[in-house]
């Protein structure tokens, strides 16, 4: 199923993989413009975004800092004017990546 979202504004947190990654492209598939952070470096998403011709904000953020976060959406909104959706995908997993822990 295919959904307009053009003219709408997502910011993404962690967004430098997995499953923040894939809301981002499938987002700006779905004509979003995307405001992107996380802790890892965050290239290759922004990269996977303007390849779809869509403007995209991205940025390397500590979301557990306060200021950080509150800097990152501040130029976020300088930059889109506005923000219509949050995707919150940062996470800790103190006892490894996920898909290599046992059930």
């Given at each position: 199923m295919q959904h307009d979202l053009k003219?709408?504004?997502?910011?993404?947190t962690g967004g430098a993989r997995g499953i923040g990654q894939a809301c981002a492209v499938v987002l700006a598939q779905c004509?979003?413009?995307?405001?992107v952070?996380?802790?890892l470096p965050i290239g290759e998403t922004v990269g996977k975004t303007k390849d779809l011709k869509r403007r995209?904000?991205?940025k390397q953020v500590?979301?557990?800092h306060r200021n950080e976060l509150k800097r990152f959406v501040e130029e976020a909104l300088a930059f889109f004017s506005k923000i219509d959706t949050l995707v919150t995908c940062?996470?800790?997993c103190p006892n490894g990546y996920v898909p290599n822990r046992e059930p």
């Open positions: 003219g709408r504004v997502a910011l993404i004509g979003a413009e995307i405001a952070c996380d802790l995209c904000l991205g500590d979301v557990t940062a996470a800790i």
